[in-house]
């Protein structure tokens, strides 16, 4: 499955903002998706995965009650809907695919496309 992340930009802290991933090549049904992030100088870092029918959620500590993961798989899309943004979420996010029932393990995830910054400063 090939991915592209969209819909970041440069806002404000406080402000929301939504992230998409579409899906292309093949469906994203068969995959556990998840969300990832590298700030400047710094690893990357999985903030957010859901399982292939949306029955679980897995989120990071720094976006447990901010960051909301979705998905559709009809519309081949993830979603994830960040409130109350911080500067220290400025990264470029990624979205990427697993199929490991070791879903919230980073390494299990590839398919990694072109990412989107989010840029979070007053």
């Known amino acids: 499955v090939q991915l592209q992340a969209f819909g970041g930009g440069l806002v404000q802290p406080g402000d929301s903002l939504k992230l998409s991933c579409a899906g292309s090549?093949?469906?994203?049904?068969?995959?556990?998706m998840g969300w990832f992030r590298r700030a400047p100088g710094k690893e990357r870092d999985l903030v957010a995965a859901i399982r292939r029918a949306g029955s679980a959620t897995y989120y990071a500590d720094s976006a447990k009650g901010r960051f909301t993961i979705s998905r559709s798989n009809a519309r081949n899309t993830v979603w994830l809907q960040m409130n109350n943004l911080e500067p220290g979420d400025t990264a470029v996010y990624y979205c990427?695919?697993?199929?490991?029932?070791?879903?919230?393990?980073?390494?299990?995830?590839?398919?990694w496309g072109q990412g989107t910054q989010v840029t979070v400063s007053s």
């Open positions: 090549g093949r469906s994203i049904i068969n995959y556990h």
């Open positions: 990427a695919a697993s199929t490991s029932v070791a879903w919230t393990d980073p390494t299990t995830f590839g398919s």
